[in-house]
């Protein structure tokens, strides 16, 4: 398995049959070299979106009209998105499971909002959620953009994740401290890969207060590009 971090929440996750590219924002994002952008979807086979925010969605229906791949997501922007531009999806809602070949997807709960830019403002996008991706034995828990939750213990008890992906960037998701938190109190991770900071001065630059709090897990601060083996 390898996990490679695209900036921000972004990321290309190679599992069993599978290269999934979740919440790709690659175009305008100042973390992502744009020169690298055909490596960086080189062989997707599908998108997940966990939310209808730009810097989360802005290049899904571009990257699944040029690899002729579906865009997997909540079912309300999945059906907006198909009848508005005529994209391969599949829409699916919270406690709900996809084979995407030998790899499952389930979609879990998220505290956070979602919309699209709209001509006079924001447009409901369905609600926000997070990812359970299962495969080669191992399962990952991508949060996309949240706060903690108790539903975070369901999550736990249900699917056992060994590998956390967290928002941690603070202002409007958690910070790395609410992070550790989440991590400590819920979830038994032997990985966790913080994401959705660094990109903004107003969004936290270290995960040292992450390191630090969470001395038996293997933090791993992700850098654009470089794939973390698992």
Same mark, same amino acid.
């Given at each position: 398995?390898? %996990?490679?971090?695209? &900036? ?5 996750? =190679?599992? &069993?049959?599978? %290269? ?6 690659? !175009?305008?994002?100042?973390? #992502? *070299? ?11 086979? !599908?998108?997940?979106?966990?939310? @209808? /925010? ?21 079912? +309300? ?5 198909? @009848?508005? /531009? @005529? ?10 499971? %996809? ?19 709209? +001509?006079? @403002? ?13 495969? =080669?034995?191992?399962?990952?828990? #991508? ?20 590998? &956390?992906?967290? $928002? ?10 609410? !992070? ?6 819920? #979830?038994? #991770?032997?990985?966790?890969? *913080? ?10 630059? $270290? ?7 969470? *001395? ?15």
């Amino acid at each position: 398995m390898k %996990i490679i971090w695209l &900036g921000h929440a972004g990321f290309r996750i =190679e599992i &069993g049959d599978q %290269i999934l590219l979740v919440d790709p924002w690659l !175009a305008g994002n100042p973390m #992502f *070299p744009e020169e690298r952008r055909a490596e960086a979807i080189a062989g997707a086979t !599908a998108i997940l979106v966990s939310h @209808g /925010h730009g810097d989360h969605s802005a290049d899904a229906l571009t990257i699944s009209k040029e690899l002729s791949i579906p865009v997997a997501g909540i079912y +309300d922007l999945m059906s907006w998105w198909q @009848g508005k /531009h @005529g994209t391969g999806v599949i829409g699916f809602n919270k406690g709900g499971t %996809i084979a995407l070949g030998d790899v499952s997807v389930t979609m879990v709960n998220a505290a956070h909002s979602s919309s699209v830019a709209g +001509d006079d @403002g924001p447009v409901y996008a369905g609600h926000e959620s997070g990812f359970m991706i299962a495969g =080669e034995g191992r399962t990952i828990y #991508f949060s996309g953009d949240t706060d903690v939750m108790a539903d975070m213990a369901v999550f736990q008890d249900l699917h056992t994740p060994d590998i &956390g992906i967290l $928002s941690a960037g603070g202002h409007f998701t958690m910070d790395m401290k609410r !992070a550790a938190y989440a991590a400590h109190k819920f #979830f038994d #991770f032997k990985t966790l890969i *913080p994401c959705h900071y660094r990109t903004f001065p107003l969004l936290e630059q $270290s995960a040292e207060a992450l390191v630090a709090a969470l *001395p038996e897990v293997e933090v791993i601060e992700p850098e654009v590009l470089e794939a973390i083996s698992l």
